[in-house]
């Protein structure tokens, strides 16, 4: 049995299902169980997602979280598209099980097009949490401002596979809160930065492979065409890929492995939805990115095919 934890609010369940249809489809072998953190999911919601795991032969648990246990805190970067929910990441050990002594928590802005139980079975028996280096770990601002070493490095928070047993013995889930109310102003990445200032030395980093952000398939100077040529079979072929930044279902999104999302939405109780049928989308989508046809501006992503 492989565990997987969500938390996620009324707007992110399509997200999810999307997420769940494509571990369950790649996955056939392994026989999950899933558990949503979630504060006041409506029912029709919880319905949806639990036949569609039911259809899988996987099973979905629901947990409420006290809202006063996140008392005070507040959303910073990306206000617009992240709710409260992305904290409850940070005391799952507190939520979940007993019994219960490790989980892989996915955001639901993810597609998991193979295998992930080598994942699983990353060996953690002595370390907080695995995961894989975020986009931004190379910018030095972010230590400056959390007050830890570089070398330490900095994860990605949306994918993570979770000691339970070690948060629970080192209350990692207070420790977070402890330092929410006691350095505010050092928090911008929300969830994410209060995860890497408690677990920066208690940490496994990953492969690639196992969330292939958003940020790998621009064009920017902090992975220039070596590095993705290096990196090219991952990013053709990522096994989890995570949409960091713009997601699919914007009227503008330029990933190239857009589409991936659709593919697994049309195996969920939304199939055909599209952001681009609505005329007034479409519309917008077009001018939007008319200078990228045009040449005007400089595509934003790589040619995946050039790799």
Same mark, same amino acid.
């Given at each position: 049995m492989?565990?997987?934890?969500?938390?996620?609010?009324?707007?992110?369940?399509?997200?999810?299902?999307?997420?769940?249809?494509? @571990?369950?489809?790649?996955?056939?072998?392994?026989q999950?169980?899933?558990?949503?953190?979630?504060?006041?999911?409506?029912?029709?919601?919880?319905?949806?997602l639990?036949?569609?795991a039911?259809?899988y032969?996987?099973?979905?648990?629901?947990?409420s979280p006290?809202p006063?246990?996140?008392?005070?805190?507040?959303?910073r970067?990306?206000s617009k598209r992240?709710s409260?929910?992305?904290?409850?990441?940070?005391?799952?050990?507190?939520?979940?099980?007993?019994?219960?002594?490790?989980?892989?928590?996915?955001?639901?802005?993810?597609?998991?097009?193979?295998?992930?139980?080598?994942?699983w079975?990353?060996p953690?028996?002595?370390t907080?949490?695995?995961?894989?280096?975020?986009?931004?770990?190379? /910018?030095?601002?972010?230590?400056e401002?959390?007050?830890?070493?570089?070398?330490?490095?900095?994860?990605?928070?949306?994918? @993570?596979?979770?000691?339970?047993?070690?948060?629970?013995?080192?209350?990692?889930?207070q420790?977070c809160?402890?330092?929410?109310?006691?350095?505010?102003?050092?928090?911008?990445?929300?969830?994410?930065?209060?995860?890497?200032s408690?677990?920066?030395?208690?940490?496994?980093?990953?492969g690639? /492979?196992? %969330?292939?952000?958003?940020?790998f398939?621009r064009?920017?100077t902090?992975?220039?065409?070596e590095?993705?040529k290096?990196?090219?079979?991952?990013?053709?072929?990522?096994?989890?890929?995570?949409?960091?930044?713009r997601?699919?279902?914007?009227?503008?999104?330029?990933?190239?492995?857009?589409?991936?999302?659709?593919?697994?939405?049309?195996?969920?109780?939304?199939?055909?939805v599209?952001?681009?049928?609505n005329l007034?989308?479409?519309?917008?989508?077009?001018?939007?990115?008319?200078?990228?046809?045009?040449?005007?501006?400089?595509?934003?992503y790589? %040619?995946?095919?050039?790799?």
């Amino acid at each position: 049995m492989i565990h997987i934890a969500f938390n996620i609010d009324n707007n992110y369940v399509q997200h999810c299902a999307v997420t769940m249809v494509s @571990l369950f489809k790649n996955n056939p072998e392994e026989q999950f169980t899933i558990h949503i953190v979630s504060d006041g999911l409506a029912d029709e919601g919880k319905t949806a997602l639990c036949q569609l795991a039911e259809s899988y032969r996987s099973t979905v648990r629901y947990y409420s979280p006290d809202p006063e246990a996140l008392k005070g805190f507040t959303i910073r970067k990306f206000s617009k598209r992240i709710s409260m929910a992305t904290y409850y990441r940070c005391i799952l050990a507190d939520l979940l099980p007993q019994n219960l002594d490790k989980v892989l928590y996915l955001d639901c802005d993810i597609v998991v097009t193979g295998n992930i139980s080598p994942f699983w079975n990353t060996p953690i028996d002595h370390t907080g949490v695995a995961a894989v280096e975020d986009t931004g770990c190379r /910018e030095a601002q972010r230590y400056e401002i959390l007050q830890y070493p570089m070398q330490d490095s900095y994860f990605n928070a949306g994918v @993570l596979l979770i000691n339970l047993d070690y948060w629970r013995r080192h209350q990692v889930g207070q420790a977070c809160i402890s330092y929410f109310h006691t350095y505010p102003e050092r928090i911008l990445f929300n969830d994410q930065d209060l995860l890497n200032s408690i677990l920066h030395d208690q940490k496994e980093l990953v492969g690639l /492979e196992w %969330n292939v952000q958003d940020g790998f398939y621009r064009n920017t100077t902090a992975f220039g065409q070596e590095w993705h040529k290096d990196h090219a079979h991952v990013l053709k072929h990522p096994t989890i890929l995570h949409y960091t930044n713009r997601k699919p279902w914007n009227y503008d999104s330029q990933h190239p492995l857009r589409n991936l999302y659709f593919d697994y939405l049309d195996l969920t109780p939304w199939k055909g939805v599209r952001p681009d049928n609505n005329l007034k989308n479409r519309l917008k989508r077009f001018f939007r990115l008319l200078p990228f046809y045009t040449g005007l501006r400089k595509p934003k992503y790589i %040619n995946l095919a050039s790799i």
